[in-house]
């Protein structure tokens, strides 16, 4: 069993890993950062935003302030997203040719496997032939 495990490690083309590995972990990095921020409102929003709207004048320079401050926000989320869908599918294209080996690899091992069973019967026979002739 760890022969066919050590086979199929073998038929991982560990240089294409190794040389992705830096861009999908930053990309993981970055998402952890974006994403994984907790709490509070979006940055660029302030306790004076967030207070009660005054009337007037004031109150609509505000809140116009107020909706561009959200749109910002909105926009960068949008990034936020657009990142993490790229980043899963890079790791989902890497999932699936990795798969495609595996399964390259596991057609190979039933050959292989098949093969040494015909030997083993071809060489029983032999065994039960030469017994046989003395």
Request: charged residues 20%; neutral net charge; glycine residues 8%.
């Amino acid at each position: 069993m760890a022969v066919a495990w050590l086979k199929v490690l073998k038929a991982v083309p560990w240089s294409e890993v190794i040389a992705a590995a830096p861009q999908v972990a930053n990309g993981a990095r970055k998402l952890w950062d974006t994403v994984g921020r907790k709490g509070g409102p979006p940055a660029g929003i302030d306790d004076v935003a967030m207070a009660p709207m005054p009337r007037g004048e004031d109150g609509m320079a505000l809140l116009a302030a107020h909706i561009e401050q959200q749109d910002a926000a909105i926009a960068q989320m949008h990034g936020q997203l657009r990142e993490a869908s790229k980043l899963i599918t890079e790791l989902a294209d890497q999932n699936a040719q990795l798969i495609a080996r595996m399964e390259a690899a596991r057609g190979k091992i039933q050959v292989v496997g098949l093969i040494a069973a015909a030997s083993g019967v071809l060489g029983l026979v032999s065994l039960a032939l030469v017994l046989a002739r003395t």
